[in-house]
């Protein structure tokens, strides 16, 4: 079994920053790429920030120069630091990852719970 945990949401002012981690854990044999997606209300789910597990990033253009997505194989953990934070950030942040299990012989994607961050003005 596989799990992907994300924290660190909760409300800013904006221009102020947030840092979310999305931490994996389970049967884990390796994480390929990892995202982050977000949710407001009455939208679709988009894209925020990718990584592929050499390091490679892609950025939605609305976020770029302000958030960041390192992550830390080691810990089977993936960050994003959003900086400059606006009101068009509030959404459900979700953590999503490729991963391959241990003893299983294909690999699939998995999502975190989400959660929240909220900018006021």
């Known amino acids: 079994q596989v799990q992907l945990v994300e924290s660190g949401g909760g409300l800013v002012q904006a221009g102020g920053s947030l840092t979310l981690s999305c931490v994996a854990s389970g049967s884990i044999f390796r994480i390929n790429d990892m995202g982050w997606y977000r949710q407001a209300p009455g939208k679709q789910r988009e894209l925020v920030a990718a990584?592929?597990?050499?390091?490679?990033?892609n950025y939605a253009d609305s976020v770029k120069g302000r958030f960041t997505i390192p992550r830390d194989n080691a810990k089977n953990t993936m960050y994003l630091q959003m900086n400059s934070l606006k009101p068009e950030d509030t959404a459900v942040y979700y953590c999503?990852?490729?991963?391959?299990?241990?003893?299983?012989?294909?690999?699939?994607?998995?999502w975190g719970q989400g959660t929240q961050v909220t900018v006021s003005l």
């Open positions: 999503n990852a490729d991963i391959e299990q241990i003893g299983v012989p294909y690999r699939r994607r998995y």
């Open positions: 990584i592929t597990s050499g390091g490679s990033t």
